[in-house]
């Protein structure tokens, strides 16, 4: 979940190059920061605890400093808490080779004891720093041998930027369950771990494969897997308009990419419908395998696992076979009942979630067929699935995901639609009313946007509450769960999500005129059911919000204090409505509370470890 930088090349701007990238970065951690810099064949290592203006402040001080080969890190900490010495790069006991490091190692306490043994001291509680004092224990004089050799010795996830005093034109590189990228510019070369740090020099880019390492100079890069055997680099070119990472004058990304969904659920919806028939771009689910199909496993974490909770409903519905939503983290540590009549779809918007990747093993292991979701081109989940279905989102900065949700969910419709109609489980009626409905949640969407600046008024009203319950039956308890997600992680508040129907078997006990009662009531069949779950916890003194579908004006007199209302729509795509209004009503309410609402603390956007 850290973010990595680093350079090797020609230029005198390598370290505003560096600082650059690493602001770009900052939603993958920002614990703290820090950079190496080879000066005049020595290390100079600078990191402090806290963003990354610390460091710039430093820098600015320190002028004299250039280098054409640095290396930097924004920390997310796994081990050790915030402070300078936790803080990257590390730097080996002969001050030789400095390390910076994204993902866990295992086996770090056991290294440790043999390296102390063997004399060496530690001034961090980090696992990075064992990897540089390994290195320095193995080199001999050849640094690639010496990753070569350490590779084999370190168990656990690491994408590693490595430089070598002794190696001044030479930036190294490994990757093992980590994300980590190549950006080849013209007599310089780049290592990151995302995309967005090196769109200002290149768009050219090769992403690591897995037990891979890769030796960069200026002018040349080679690439190896653990067992020193040649690789072959495969380059591909990044389209994305290089504003996809900008603010533009938003206040924050989170914003801005709230604005941004009726854009992307066009273009991942869009090209994938033509005259009623959808194309699943290279999918190809023939009959006979789907009327072999046992079950559907979903598995994700975080928002992707909830946009899994809201299509096991829709899914279930339509294509008349069980649906399970599996939390990644879960899914890797028990027996899962899988074989080759299961579906397993992975849903993650970076394509590197470290549980949903274990899981995506687990079940290639057990025999069942793997389809991801994913957003990411070229991502780890998406290289090792059987098919692989890109939401075309964008690149998503902001920690708190909304507009990677929504195109999640809107593949996840069309997903269930294809399978359905493969099937003959849908009229013909009803499936040209549904894919009528999903071609026009983009204008839906961009008419619930206009209204924002009265869900802002609401949140005003609302956002000192410090106890929220957020209330809905079937597909609204499914958005209830990503609504109060979406509130507590950027304005800690505490919220929780609870199936209306489930309030009489406890919970209410916890309602009172301290608590603010947010209901979703958007399914016809349903609304009436939920309405009488308002009236129970307003006779005990919760104030309501309700969110629900404008041709239900007339039907809500006076049982709730405010009301949001969404379009209508079919019944089995309102999530894709609903859950607009509260991403918008978490924004402001963070920002009422002066939040920091793109980096919520103790949160970073990739989760690359488990």
Partial sequence: MCGIVGYIGKSEKAIPFLLQGLEKLEYRGYDSSG???????????????????????????????????????????????????????????????????????????????????KGYEFKSDTDTEVVAQLLDSLYNGDMFETIKKA????????????????????????????????????????????????????????????????????????????????????????????????????DHFMIKEIM?????????????????????????????????????????????????????????????????????????????????NTLVIIISQSGETADSLAALREAKKLGARV?????????????????????????????????????????????????????????????????????SIPEKITAILKKSSSIEEIAKKYYQTEKIFFIGRTLDYAVCMEASLKLKEISYIHSEAYAAGELKHGTISLIDDKTLVIALATQDELFDKTISNIREVKSRGATILLVTTEDKMDKISEIADDVIYVPKISNILSPSLSVVPMQLLSYYVAKFRGCDIDKPRNLAKSVTVE
């Fill in 35 to 117: 950079i190496a810099i080879l000066n005049q064949n020595e290390i100079k290592i600078i990191k402090k605890q806290g963003r990354l203006k610390v460091i710039k402040d430093i820098l600015d001080g320190k002028k004299e400093l250039h280098s054409h080969l640095v290396i930097g890190h924004k920390r997310w900490a796994t081990h050790g808490n915030h402070s300078d010495v936790n803080a990257h790069p590390h730097l080996s006991k002969s001050g030789k080779i400095s390390v910076v490091h994204n993902g866990i190692i295992e086996n770090y306490i056991n290294l440790k004891k043999d390296l102390t043994k």
């Fill in 151 to 250: 590779t084999q010795l370190l168990e656990g996830s690491f994408a590693l930027g490595i430089i070598c005093a002794d190696y001044p034109d030479t930036l190294f590189a490994a990757k093992k369950d980590s994300p980590l990228i190549i950006g080849l510019g013209e007599n310089e070369n780049y290592i990151a771990s995302d995309i967005p740090a090196v769109l200002s020099k290149t768009r050219k880019i090769c992403r690591l494969k897995e037990k891979q390492i890769a030796v960069l100079k200026n002018s040349d890069i080679n690439i190896f897997d653990f067992n020193g055997n040649k690789a072959k680099m495969e380059i591909s070119e990044i389209n994305w308009n290089v504003n996809a990472a900008e603010k533009n004058n938003y």
């Fill in 260 to 340: 941004e969904q009726p854009e992307v659920l066009n273009a991942t919806i869009s090209p994938r419908l033509k005259d009623y028939k959808i194309k699943l771009d290279n999918l190809n689910f023939n009959e006979e395998y789907l009327k072999n199909l046992n079950k559907i496993s979903i598995v994700a974490c975080g928002s992707a696992y909830h946009v899994g909770c809201v299509a096991k409903y829709f899914m279930e519905e339509l294509i008349k076979k069980p649906v399970e939503v599996e939390l990644a983290s879960e899914f890797r540590y028990r027996s899962p009942i899988v074989d080759k």
């Fill in 371 to 439: 389809l991801s979701v994913v957003n990411v081109v070229g991502s780890s989940i998406a290289n090792e699935s059987d098919d692989v279905l890109y939401t075309w989102a964008g690149p998503e900065i902001a920690v708190a995901t909304t507009k990677a949700y929504s195109t999640q969910l809107s593949l996840m419709y069309l997903i269930a639609l294809y399978i359905s109609k493969t099937l003959g489980k849908i009229t013909d009626d009803n499936y040209k009313d549904i894919i009528k409905n999903i071609e």
